[in-house]
């Protein structure tokens, strides 16, 4: 597992071939929207945010899917800012946000 543990988080890209990736979000901090990039063939992506963050999800799945697992927040209890988008490609695989 990668756990981001600094102030200035910038985003970044993840890939998993065959096999699963794990990253923890949940101490990273950043100030503006910041994208993750993820590429999963063949295996999973889980990925630990803290349960108050907004998350958009833009990637395109094929024989795959998206799973936000975090305890559930109406849309005002997001912060307006500080946003983490996903995109990429998810190809016969899984992407599952916890917290």
Not at 44 to 54: H, L, W
Not at 71 to 95: M, P, Q, R, W, Y
């Amino acid at each position: 597992m990668l756990k981001v543990k600094t102030k200035t988080f910038l985003g970044g890209k993840v890939t998993s071939l065959l096999s699963g990736f794990k990253i923890d979000l949940t101490e990273a901090e950043y100030n503006n929207n910041i994208t993750l990039d993820i590429v999963t063939i063949l295996g999973g992506t889980e990925i630990f945010v803290p349960s108050g963050k907004k998350i958009i999800f833009n990637a395109t799945t094929i024989f795959g899917g998206f799973e936000d697992n975090r305890s559930k927040h109406f849309a005002t209890d997001f912060e307006s800012e500080n946003v983490l988008v996903i995109k990429g490609i998810i190809l016969f695989g899984g992407v599952e946000i916890k917290s």
